[in-house]
T-cell receptor, first 117, second 112 residues
Framework: AQTVTQSQPEMSVQEAETVTLSCTYD???????LFWYKQPPSRQMILVIR??????QNATENRFSVNFQKAAKSFSLKISDSQLGDAAMYFC??????????????FGTGTRLQVTL | DTGVSQNPRHKITKRGQNVTFRCDPI?????LYWYRQTLGQGPEFLTY????????KSRLLSDRFSAERPKGSFSTLEIQRTEQGDSAMYLC??????????FGNGTRLTVT
């Protein structure tokens, strides 16, 4: 079974600065998706960014980018020019593309990001 | 796209009672998922449907839990004989096949 580990329960960043959230995962599969989801206090989970494992190029969405290291099974999220609205829980998630478990997401335990003035 | 809708937002029930939650997915989405999230944890997979077929159930889904999606549209999750350990946020999500999941706001269950 796949596991996702987020070793930083809490992180803090000053407004306009850059922060990196860490995520590692364990799998024996070669093809899968990785995601970062954001869950603000209003609690709806929102997709931030996704990465297909077969792509070597790191995904980027505006101020959000990832550092995907397939061999190391690492998938970190970098938030540039942090804004107050970025404050939330961030979850890393893994999605298999094989067999009967193909559709479900496996989540990490989350990192709470605080943004200070 | 009106988003994934979940009702009720909050449910308080006494131990031993039955509860039912409803999820209305995004209309063109054929897959629907249920997750459970406890405080300070990431969501845990419970079950998912493709159209009306329930394709996978987690071992977390005990015999007291049942989910249906009778016409491939909305879904219900019922918990019978609730226990205090059932207190959690129940999240519903939908997708088109393996496209990214869209989540609802969740139903927070408190069992007293």
């Amino acid at each position: 079974a796949q596991t996702v580990t987020q070793s930083q329960p809490e992180m803090s960043v000053q407004e306009a600065e850059t922060v990196t959230l860490s995520c590692t995962y364990d799998t024996s599969e070669s093809d899968y998706y990785l995601f970062w989801y954001k869950q603000p206090p209003s609690r709806q989970m929102i997709l931030v960014i996704r990465q297909e494992a077969y792509k070597q190029q790191n995904a980027t969405e505006n101020r959000f980018s990832v550092n995907f290291q397939k061999a190391a099974k690492s998938f970190s999220l970098k938030i540039s020019d942090s804004q107050l609205g970025d404050a939330a829980m961030y979850f890393c998630a893994y999605r298999s593309l094989s067999g009967g478990t193909a559709s479900k997401l496996t989540f990490g335990t989350g990192t709470r990001l605080q943004v200070t003035l | 796209d009106t988003g994934v809708s979940q009702n009720p937002r909050h449910k308080i029930t006494k131990r031993g009672q039955n509860v039912t939650f409803r999820c209305d997915p995004i209309s063109e989405h054929n897959r629907l998922y249920w997750y459970r999230q406890t405080l300070g944890q990431g969501p845990e997979f419970l079950t998912y449907f493709q159209n009306e077929a329930q394709l996978e159930k987690s071992r977390l889904l005990s015999d007291r839990f049942s989910a249906e999606r009778p016409k491939g549209s909305f879904s219900t999750l019922e918990i019978q004989r609730t226990e205090q350990g059932d207190s959690a946020m129940y999240l519903c999500a939908s997708s088109v096949y393996n496209s990214p999941l869209h989540f609802g706001n969740g139903t927070r269950l408190t069992v007293t």
